[in-house]
């Protein structure tokens, strides 16, 4: 069983910057591969970015390259998300995902959520 906890959400202008983070709790956090997903208002939850367990690899939504990066602290249980160069159209509720061992790009093959976080890019 694993808790997560995602934080970090705001109100930024376009160009701003965020960083979400997403605390997870349980004996075997670190073991899990970590996904980050957001829904806008009226649309479905869309991959956003992954990383592996180890760390040792991280994917990411076309339109999110070069501007989001993603890591992870297995010894604090952690996962960020850092968020450049925001546009409006990433306004979205994000939320933090886990599931064991090896990322996946679809939200259903994610077992445990976080309660998401509201990030909002004004014009």
């Known amino acids: 069983q694993v808790q997560l906890v995602g934080s970090g959400g705001g109100l930024v202008q376009a160009g701003g910057s965020l960083r979400l983070s997403c605390a997870a709790s349980?004996?075997?956090?670190?073991?899990?591969?970590m996904g980050w997903f957001r829904q806008a208002s009226g649309k479905e939850r869309e991959f956003v970015s992954a990383?592996?367990?180890?760390?040792?690899?991280?994917f990411y939504q076309d339109s999110v390259k070069g501007r989001f990066t993603i890591s992870r602290d297995n010894a604090k249980n952690t996962v960020s998300l850092q968020m450049n160069s925001l546009k409006p159209e990433d306004t979205a509720v994000y939320y933090c995902?886990?599931?064991?061992?090896?990322?996946?790009?679809?939200?259903?093959?994610?077992?445990?959520w976080g309660q998401g976080t509201q990030v909002t890019v004004s014009s």
């Open positions: 990383i592996t367990w180890s760390g040792g690899n991280k």
């Open positions: 349980g004996s075997t956090a670190s073991k899990y591969a």
């Open positions: 995902a886990a599931r064991p061992f090896t990322v996946s790009g679809k939200p259903g093959e994610y077992d445990y």
